[in-house]
């Protein structure tokens, strides 16, 4: 049984900074891709970041460019979305995937976490 599960959000005050993690199980982590994707109310689920399975292309979001890096450790089956310069529009549940794409649409992924909230406040 494949199982994402996602850690490291919280409330931040703006400039602030948080490190997402998403822990998988039950599928080879090192061969999967993998994308952070974030959901604000109201508004449709967004691409934030992907991975390539060898960590040697990442994209981002123009949002968040310079502001996130994603990374990965495919010993721990874990990988990371650190976010700095927090600011309250990156309010939102933040969702990891993992698909066989490096990809910013979401239906390029095949399994999801169930998400984190991450809250800055201004």
């Known amino acids: 049984q494949v199982q994402l599960v996602e850690s490291g959000g919280g409330l931040v005050q703006a400039g602030g900074s948080l490190r997402l993690s998403c822990a998988a199980s039950?599928?080879?982590?090192?061969?999967?891709?993998m994308g952070w994707f974030r959901q604000a109310p109201g508004k449709e689920r967004e691409f934030v970041a992907a991975?390539?399975?060898?960590?040697?292309?990442?994209t981002y979001a123009d949002s968040v460019k310079g502001r996130f890096t994603i990374s990965r450790d495919n010993a721990k089956k874990t990988g990371y979305l650190q976010m700095n310069i927090l600011k309250p529009e990156d309010t939102a549940v933040y969702y990891c995937a993992l698909g066989r794409e490096t990809s910013g649409v979401s239906h390029s992924y095949n399994y999801w976490g169930q998400g984190t909230q991450v809250t800055v406040s201004s």
């Open positions: 039950g599928l080879t982590f090192s061969t999967y891709a």
């Open positions: 991975i390539r399975w060898s960590a040697d292309f990442l």
